[in-house]
């Protein structure tokens, strides 16, 4: 077994995503990918004069292959000033130990708002819509929409992002292992991926059709935050599923307006891709 | 590799606890569980009358070795009637399928409150404390306290647990592997451990300990429902990460301070154990 490998996927599984669902070439996003590395420190004394002649000062820690992508797609969403810090990983895939000085956990997305420091992707959405978003409607205000949306911001990383990081770590174990361990790896893995996996996802496949077949977005007929935490998780979902417009129609229509939104779109340029799924 | 045991490893992960961090005789616990097994039914008719007798009418749908006890707790603390519903798991730990009669995922906990179904541990306390439990004051009406309160109601499912379910998966994974592919698991597993889990856990624990220095509970001076939520989870972080008094004294005086509150203790009467992690 390659451990360097798999201690690497391990790392990468943290804010990580390794989708190719988007249309775009992939050889033009790693050469923006590339320019933008080597940019970091330039940006960061642009960014500091923004901070202080912009209000209020945002700022996104992002980090590639990350959940950040969220935070972007929700600042462009309520079309407020921002600065982004850009971090890439290393060879290893980890994340670079400077993110630590801005929280101790030393993940993505992490923002900071003036002098406050925000983590967890779910709170950040709440909290940047509650402070700054009430004219954008990204929060319902009537009572079973808000239900919906508390609900689905909890449901995205305290369910259903698990099961998808497990397949991840469980599918990469099995890729990298080398011939001579190869048969006992592929032996649990499929096993685990046969009784466990495989149907856990299938349910929430079933379940967030379900719930998409009622209505336009997770919370109702209305865009919102639920939505933006949700985006990365659900190209994920249908991805690792195999998932497809016939067997989930529903989910399939949603993450393809999910793209279509001229936020979505800016926010991606702003970090040299054409996807938040890629 | 035992796959069965593995793969009932995986189930229970979602939901459990196998912590043994008590003062009480795990005998006399586990024969007040077996005694719990076979009145559920018998139960379910008390719980009926006691559902439309009482107002608000929420019934509790626990499930064995599960993260379920948050919410009886929480019902405690905010002094609400309220039924519970048991659920035992089997010999190979799995949630039973009744539970998707109540949720689609299964999972437990999840409560009925009134017709309205609500699942999410994070989101059920949240839930029911806005909706009742103002006077109680387990949701700060200050700023800052707020802000931690929301912060560690996320923090704990979509960080802290997601480490501590793959440590117990490959923790397991370890232990039952057959001689003849023990060593290539053991290579895998304690390399994960070492280079990726065990930074991990450490990097939570410093930074727990280092929350609770500044306040006595997460959210401030003032017991909230961030503590609720984290009430099961740091019990099994002390324990998988063999922490103690002595290098993290803040957490375990909170972990202590935690189990000495009445509700805590009238909670755990309630399924027939004496503390919440065992």
Redesign the interface.
């Known amino acids: ?1 390659q ?1 360097a490998n ?2 690497s996927i ?2 990468s599984i943290e804010d990580n995503r390794d989708l190719k669902l988007c249309n775009s070439s992939s050889w033009q996003v790693r050469e923006q990918r590339k320019k933008s590395k080597h940019i970091k420190h330039k940006m960061s004394d642009t960014e500091n004069k923004a901070i202080t002649s912009n209000s209020p000062s945002i700022v996104v820690y992002w980090l590639a292959d990350s959940r950040a992508d969220r935070i972007l797609l929700l600042l462009e969403e309520l079309e407020l000033p921002y600065v982004i810090q850009k971090f890439e990983r290393g060879p290893d895939k980890l994340a670079p130990a400077e993110l630590k000085k801005i929280h ?4 993505s997305p992490v923002i900071k708002d003036g002098d ?1 420091v ?6 950040i959405i ?2 940047l819509i509650s402070k700054y978003g009430k004219e954008k409607h990204l929060k319902p205000t009537n009572e079973e929409d808000l ?1 919906q949306y ?2 689905f ?3 995205i ?3 259903l ?2 099961i998808l ?2 397949k991840y ?1 469980f599918l990469n ?1 099995q890729k990298q292992a080398p011939w001579l ?1 190869k048969p ?2 592929n ?2 893995c499929n ?2 991926d046969q ?3 495989g149907p856990n996802i299938r ?2 496949l ?2 967030l059709e ?1 719930e998409l077949k009622q209505r336009k977005w997770l919370a109702g007929e209305q865009f919102s935050g639920a939505d933006i935490q949700a985006s990365f998780t659900l190209e994920m979902l249908l991805k690792r599923s195999n998932a497809n417009e016939e067997n989930v129609p529903n989910l399939s229509r949603y993450v393809a307006a999910m793209r279509e939104r001229p936020a979505y779109k800016r926010a991606m340029e702003k970090v040299g891709k054409s996807c938040i799924a890629e």
Request: aromatic share 18%.
């Open positions: 077994m451990i798999a201690y391990l790392y101790p956990l030393g993940k406050k925000v983590a967890e992707s779910g709170f709440d909290y239900f508390n609900y911001l909890h449901y990383e305290g369910s992002m698990p990081v497990m770590i174990l361990v006992v790896v032996g649990i096993k685990i009784l466990y996996l349910a929430h079933d379940f379900g």
